[in-house]
């Protein structure tokens, strides 16, 4: 029987973070993927290395797979080092792969990484959002809202 999984998941340690993904568009739902990699790239990646600031995800026939990460080559690697940009395959059962590609095409959505982790086991996990990108206005408010839950903050702090 699988485990149930709740909505935070369980981050032993936090290796790439895409803080910009939370301004740039709104989050509706998020997904937890396994990730395939190769050696040196998990030992890139427990050295803390790694961005994913500017990848995304997509859904090709019945694969997900993960673009333009960055995983820096490994610095005692040898001749069986990989490439750092390469398309990486993320692992999710076919049911949630088909609504993902069923909300990218009909929904016009997208789907952005969050951050790269490892979870309490030892794997090395994708968090993925499912997201709208934010027009221009829509960053205003946000930014509006934030100062404003600031101010607020700050006006109580200075009172109580």
């Known amino acids: 029987m699988a485990r149930p999984q709740n909505a935070s998941f369980d981050k032993a340690k936090t290796v790439a973070e895409n803080r910009r993904a939370r301004y740039e568009y709104a989050i509706n739902e998020v997904f937890e993927a396994g990730i395939a990699l190769t050696g040196t790239e998990v030992k890139s990646l427990r050295f803390g290395e790694g961005t994913i600031a500017d990848s995304y995800a997509e859904v090709k026939g019945d694969e997900l797979w ?84 600031r101010e607020q903050a700050r006006l109580m702090r200075d009172r109580g």
């Open 66 to 149: 993960l673009v333009n990460a960055n995983i820096p080559e490994f610095s005692h690697g040898n001749r069986f080092n990989h490439e750092p940009r390469r398309p990486r395959k993320l692992l999710m059962k076919g049911r949630e792969i088909a609504k993902l590609g069923g909300a990218v095409t009909r929904q016009g959505m997208t789907l952005v990484p969050l951050s790269i982790y490892f979870n309490q086991r030892g794997r090395a996990k994708v968090e993925l959002a499912l997201a709208k990108g934010k027009k221009l206005h829509d960053k205003r408010e946000a930014e509006k809202a934030k100062d404003w839950k």
